[in-house]
């Protein structure tokens, strides 16, 4: 299985703020790499596909770089409806893995 | 707009059988375009990939998990199911159903709310 790493596992920040987070998987995956959002009691919700395109509707103020094994998720600005788990996931290769997460908490 | 609900039991005993099923709704399991999938998620804890059936019925499943878990299709309802077997505690988790869509890379962007399931006796 392709193990992907989260970093770090929790953040404490400001509204405001510009946050990074980072993913990291066990081989190399290209670019089949997404980005989600789950708030509590929530599923999952997509943000970013192919590691840098942006899903429709979701705000300008996130983004996602990398390639290979190394990927960010940048948020440039965050709102206080930012606050929340992130996720990575890989479908480069069944079975499709996640990150352990990424909790985003309110400084 | 497409909308996924899954349904079932919420508690089922230890060693007992769980079903769940996910209804599409707003588009054609048949269209093609995506895997029907089940990922769950332990409370307090990350996502784990099930599996998922193409609408042909082929499947694909988490080698990593015992192979107590099917998933079917019945594309004459327009639903997709998961049964779980000798489930134990462990199996306690919110299970939600999705579609991967295949193309650009594939990524899951259809997810119903989840389904919170207890197992004990």
């Known amino acids: 299985d392709i193990q992907m790493t989260q970093s770090p596992s929790s953040l404490s920040a400001s509204v405001g703020d510009r946050v990074t987070i980072t993913c990291r998987a066990s081989?190399?995956?290209?670019?089949?790499l997404n980005w989600y959002q789950q708030k509590p009691g929530k599923a999952p919700k997509l943000l970013i596909y192919?590691?840098?395109t942006l899903q429709s509707g979701v705000p300008s103020r996130f983004s996602g770089s990398g390639s290979g094994t190394d990927f960010t998720l940048t948020i440039s600005s965050l709102q206080p409806e930012d606050f929340a788990t992130y996720y990575c996931?890989?479908?480069?290769?069944?079975?499709?893995?996640f990150g352990q997460g990424t909790k985003l908490e309110i400084k | 707009q497409v909308q996924l609900q899954g349904s079932g039991p919420r508690l089922v005993k230890p060693s007992q059988t769980l079903s769940l099923t996910c209804t599409v709704s707003g588009a054609s399991i048949s269209s093609g375009d995506y895997y029907w999938s089940w990922i769950r998620q332990p409370p307090g804890k990350g996502l784990e990939w099930i599996g998922y059936i193409y609408y042909s019925g082929s499947t694909s499943y988490n080698p990593s998990l015992q192979s107590r878990f099917t998933i079917s299709v019945d594309t004459s309802k327009n639903q997709f199911s998961l049964t779980l077997s000798s489930v134990t505690a462990a199996d306690t988790a919110v299970y939600f159903c999705?579609?991967?869509?295949?193309?650009?890379?594939?990524?899951?962007?259809?997810w119903g709310r989840g389904t919170l399931v207890t197992v004990s006796s």
């Open positions: 192919a590691a840098s």
């Open positions: 996931q890989q479908s480069y290769r069944t079975p499709h893995t």
């Open positions: 081989q190399s995956i290209t670019n089949y």
């Open positions: 999705a579609g991967w869509y295949s193309s650009s890379r594939g990524y899951f962007d259809l």
